[in-house]
């Protein structure tokens, strides 16, 4: 943060930010002045969580974290200058609960004194009355049908509990939630979250190919927290597949240090992660068959997908890549140098899916749409002219006038489900 004398032209730095790797600068930024005391509040990762600090504008001094500790700042929605208040959405703060449910809170900025508005153990989105001083707290989890309360914003107390949802009806279907299910990653202490979601017409006597979902774009953690159908996921299962989703090191949500893994190196993705959490799952699960595994994604996620056949080809069987960013040199500047940096160095291309299109294993299938307007679809023909030279065998759809991610249209996902069927079963499908 610069100031700048309106007179002279003289500059000098209010707030210095600095990492040896990187700052999410699009996904954890706050700038507030309180110009009456001449102090901001600024939002940092500089002690290893995302957290709020309130900085002196004369001197660039920390004059007093607000928040702290082994949980994360998700972002600010309002700051009460008069009260001296901060209303902020967390994640973590209980660690009692999965540490991406968003919680709804407020903190004083003298005494960091925290009020958690929204308890329950879920996701939660809050709505406040006219005045102010009630607001219905919304929440739920995946296998936990929405709860509405009614609550006190002075204090956060419980005044009434409004509706529960009631899902007897949809499960008489035969419909049920995904299931949660937590294992340690790469180092051995630390919860890697994921679902799993089983077919409708589920067999625990049977054994099931296994298909990832990924998208391991670090701008964010994408396993769904709140509660809904998951009907994409499950029309996929209920082709006779186990679907799991998981978010791996590297994403975003938990700490810095989860975080910098990404850091010149997006062809991790956290597998090593989602591998170890795979196996433990299926340590309790024999139904979940882990020799043959699948995986797929979109733009980022493509480039997730189609990596885990060049770097992790023992494990991955089957891959769908939809329009990836394969490789980060030629991909949006803000996004890519976010996490892997400037100036290019020897990283780039050690993440490259063009680069590294000859360490192919397992059975491909890359989508491409003529006029994606958000990936370059030369990035994934670069893939092609690779995997030519290379002389692997791969299936290609590309969709005149399609867009991004054109694997999600009804001719895209009937090509995609059709590929598992035949990669992992080894039937044509609706052959029987």
Known sequence: ????????????????????TFIHYSGKFFLEFLDDRRELIWMSERDGWCHL??????????????????????????????????????????PKQEPYYTHSCRVDIDTGKIVDLTPGDGTHSIEYSPDGRFYIDRYS??????????RRTEDGALLCKLE?????????????????FVAKGRDGKTDIYGII?????????????????????????HVPKAWGLFTGQLEL????????????????????AFHDVC??????????????????AAETRPWMDLSRVGIFGGSAGGQNAMGALLFHGDFYKAAVADCGCHDNRMDKIWWNEQWMGY???????????????HLLQGKLLLILGELDTNVDPSSTLQVVDALNRAGKDYEFLFVPGGGHCPGGSPYGLRRQRDFFVRSLYGVEPRSR
């Open 237 to 256: 299962a209920e082709l006779g597949f186990v679907v799991v989703q998981i978010d791996g090191m590297g994403t975003s949500g938990r700490s810095k």
């Open 53 to 94: 600090y309130l900085i002196d504008q004369e001197t660039g001094r920390v004059k007093r974290q607000i928040t702290k500790g082994e949980w994360v700042v998700q972002g600010v929605d309002r700051v009460d200058a008069a009260k001296r208040q901060i209303w902020f959405r967390a994640g973590g703060l209980d």
């Open 197 to 221: 979601i089983r077919p409708i017409s589920f067999d625990p006597t049977r054994r099931y190919p296994v298909i990832e979902s990924i998208y391991a774009g670090p701008h964010g953690f």
């Open 164 to 180: 529960e949802a009631d899902a007897t009806e949809l499960l008489a279907t035969g419909w049920r939630p995904p299931e949660r």
């Open 263 to 280: 850091w010149r190196n997006l062809k991790d993705a956290g597998f090593p992660d989602r591998i170890l959490w795979m196996k433990a």
């Open 141 to 150: 989890r995946v296998d936990l049908p929405p709860v509405h309360e009614l």
């Open 1 to 20: 943060v610069i100031a700048v004398d309106a007179t002279t032209g003289a500059t000098r730095a209010m707030v210095d930010e600095r990492s040896p």
């Open 343 to 357: 100036p290019i160095g020897p990283w780039y291309a050690e993440s490259s899916n063009a680069v590294n299109a």
